[in-house]
């Protein structure tokens, strides 16, 4: 599989002394979700400044389709596109103006009202963006970051402060730009997000990866092998769970099964949150 | 080039949109007003401080009250991730600059020129506006990298007013004694003022002028090149 960014030994440490990147090494494959997913301050945000090019100031050697990113020019900008955490738009011009704004300065651009339908903005689109709520702006951010239909998206929480019905938007969309031949970098705090979209993630803490691996095969890894088996025994509901290795003998089992009123039977997998807890020991808010 | 026109088209609709350039034309049409008020006589006196408070003071405050808003709003953030060059981004904020002031610097030589009979030397006072409001423009720009909001801003601002402008305009009015002139001379606001004079007044001295304007360019060029460096910094707020 061909990479898109090689990064090795990443280290960045801010003018006031905050070391936020410390050697970070990772690399995206072409086509991919890659995340990165770490508590609050971990660095997340600070990686993608550097892979974007808007912090200069680092070390080690982060390469772009094989290549210094230090070696491109503004041509680098027509080929990913960039949402910031917060939102980065010009309050008294309306939706639509800001994003002509921007789309001007690129030799390509997508579909500006298309894009604003989708993520549900196109009745907006002539109020000024000082009017709309903080979801709305972050649905125009993620507008911003497609405006140029990008090779590489950035995404930096980009379902931060959106509703179920908006997120699931913005996530179907991050999927639709995978599938037609994008690569996806998201930087995210939210386990669900990870395990729904991504095919690799990076856990992240205090500015170091600790584990990078597929959602999947860290649950496998950290998960607890288990059935998780609730019952109800007149009025009172019971809880048991079985291991899964060696469930087959369990009698205790099937005397439920054969016995019991079963209300729900589902595998105990841990979550990510649960495994992020295991691999970095520390606590997050999900 | 393309860029480049681009972004000052941007750079303008922007500007109008936050009444920005409306506010610069309400302060020019005040200036004529007092012109009006003043009567002939006096306002000849008057025209060249009020084209320098339009070019210089004006420049400071338009151009610092649009830097502060894009910094609030993040919107250089968004700028900075597009394929645009930043000597583009910051040439187009300071031409448009200069083109606000020019047009007040016209409207108001225009009306003192027809009005009031007063000399102007337009060919004189344009290319001079144009200069005074590059290099106040960047004093502008600079003041925003080193302040973090509008009331620092202003406070910094006072501050330049106090140390530079006001000598200036008491200078202006012959209200201190020529000896202090030449130590004004440090001063982009009294050579600005200097330069505004000759526009309207034939016996210009040479020497200060050259002196001044060799000073205004290099000063620019020190400013500008310190706002290259520190606003992606700022922007970002690294
Ligand atoms: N401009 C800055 N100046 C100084 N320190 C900073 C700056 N920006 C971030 N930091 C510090 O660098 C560290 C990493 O910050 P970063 O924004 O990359 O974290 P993050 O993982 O994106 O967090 P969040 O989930 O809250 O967005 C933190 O300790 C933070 O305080
Ligand atoms: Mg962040």
Redesign the interface.
Known sequence: MKSVFDIEDLGFT??KGVRAVDGVSFTVQKGEIFGLLGPSGAGKSTTQ?IL?R??HRFEGTVRFEGRDLRSYG?????R?G?G?E????????TGK?NME??A????KTADIDSLLQRVGLFEDRDRLVGEYSKGMKMRLNFV?AMLNDPEVLFLDEATNGLDPKNARIIKDLIREFQSSGGTVLLSTHLMGDVEELCDRVGFITDGRIREIASPRDLKLRHGRRELVVEYREGKTQHTERFNLDTIGEDERFFELVRNKDIETMHSGETTLEEIFIKVTGETVDA | MR?LG??L??EV??LL??NIVQVGFGVTMLWVLVMFLLGREEAGFFVPLFVFMDAALMSVLLMGAGLIYEKQ???V?????????LPHVIASKLISAVYVALQSALFIGLVAFFFFDVTVRFHILLPVVALVALVHAAIGFALTLVTDDFTSFIALLAVYMIVFTFPSIFYALDLTGEILEMLLIISPAHASMLWIETAFDEAARTVLLVLGSVYLLILSAALIWFVGRKY?ESA?R?
Request: glycine content about 4%; charged content about 25%; overall charge positive.
């Open positions: 801010y003018r400044k974007t808007l912090l503004n041509e680098f900008y027509e990913i960039v910031f917060l939102p980065v738009h010009f309050s008294k011009l103006e704004f921007f001007r300065l690129y030799s911003r | 860029n681009l972004l088209k941007g609709q922007r949109k936050y709003e993040n919107t953030k968004s700028m900075l991730v597009a394929p645009v060059g992606p970002i690294e």
